[in-house]
C-alpha cells in the first residue's frame, strides 16, 4: 500500500461523503502478528509508545509524515461539520487539491500547531487565496454562516446594509418591526446574498439568509 494509493483513496472517501473519516498509522502493539514478523515485513516502527509505524516497504518516513498531516487535514476540514459541504465541494471540483495543500502543509509547523476554529478556516482562506483564489466567494459564505468575524479579511467584501440604503438598495429580509437585526450582503456569482443578524438571539452568527427570492434560516 502507497502514499499515492491512500490519497487517491481518500479523494475518492471525501466524494462518497461520509459522515466521518478517520485516518491514523497503525500501531504495533506487543504480541500482534505485525509486532512479531515486523522484521519480516519490512516494517520499521517506534520502540515508545503507542508504537506507530515509522517506515514500510512500500511508504517512506517522510510520507508517513505526509500521512499525520493529511490526517489533521481531514479532522480540521472534513470531520468539521461546518465546513464539510464547502470543503468537499472544493476537493471534488478541484483536481489535485487535496494533495497541493498537503504538500504545502507539510512543509510548514501545521502538524505541531493547534489551531482554534478561526485560525484553521484562516488557514485554508490563506492557501486559496494563495493558489485557488476562484473558491474564495465559497469560503467567504461559509465564513459568514459559521459566525465568524465580519472584521476578518474573508469577509471584507461583505457590505452592511443600513435603513438610509433603502431606497437604493432594496433588502429582501428587512423587518421594519424588528429593531434588534442588523443587515450585511454579498455579492458573488451574479447573486446577492443577505444575512440577517438578531443580536438579543446571536451577536456573532446571521439568523437568516437569503440569495435572490429564496429565503431560508441558517
Known amino acids: 500500500y502507497t502514499f499515492n494509493r491512500l490519497v487517491d483513496d481518500v479523494n475518492r472517501m471525501i466524494e462518497i461523503a461520509p459522515h466521518e473519516i478517520q485516518l491514523e498509522l497503525l500501531k504495533l502493539l506487543p504480541g500482534t502478528y505485525f509486532r512479531n514478523c515486523s522484521n519480516m515485513l519490512g516494517i520499521k516502527f517506534s520502540p515508545q ?5 515509522l517506515e514500510t516497504k ?16 481531514i479532522e480540521y476540514w472534513y470531520n468539521e461539520p461546518q465546513w464539510r459541504d464547502t470543503f468537499k465541494a472544493i476537493v471534488t471540483t478541484t483536481n489535485n487539491f487535496l494533495e497541493e495543500l498537503l504538500n504545502e502543509l507539510s512543509a510548514t509547523q501545521f502538524l505541531e500547531t493547534l489551531h482554534s476554529f478561526e485560525s484553521k478556516s484562516l488557514l485554508l482562506y490563506d492557501f486559496c487565496k494563495r493558489f485557488y483564489p476562484h473558491h474564495l466567494n465559497l469560503l467567504t459564505l461559509n465564513w459568514v454562516k459559521c459566525g465568524l468575524s465580519l472584521k476578518k479579511e474573508p469577509a471584507q467584501n461583505v457590505m452592511h446594509w443600513n435603513i438610509k440604503d433603502k431606497d437604493q438598495i432594496f ?18 456569482d451574479g447573486y446577492r446574498y443577505w444575512f440577517t443578524y438578531n443580536k438579543c438571539i446571536d451577536r456573532n452568527r446571521p439568523i437568516r439568509s437569503c440569495r435572490e427570492e429564496n429565503y431560508k434560516k441558517l
Open 171 to 188: 433588502n429582501p429580509i428587512f423587518e421594519e418591526l424588528e429593531r434588534n437585526n442588523s443587515y450585511y450582503y454579498f455579492d458573488c
Open 58 to 73: 512500500s511508504i517512506s518516513y517522510k510520507e508517513l509524515y505526509k500521512c499525520k498531516v493529511l490526517s489533521k487535514i
Open 49 to 53: 509508545p503507542p508504537y506507530e509505524v
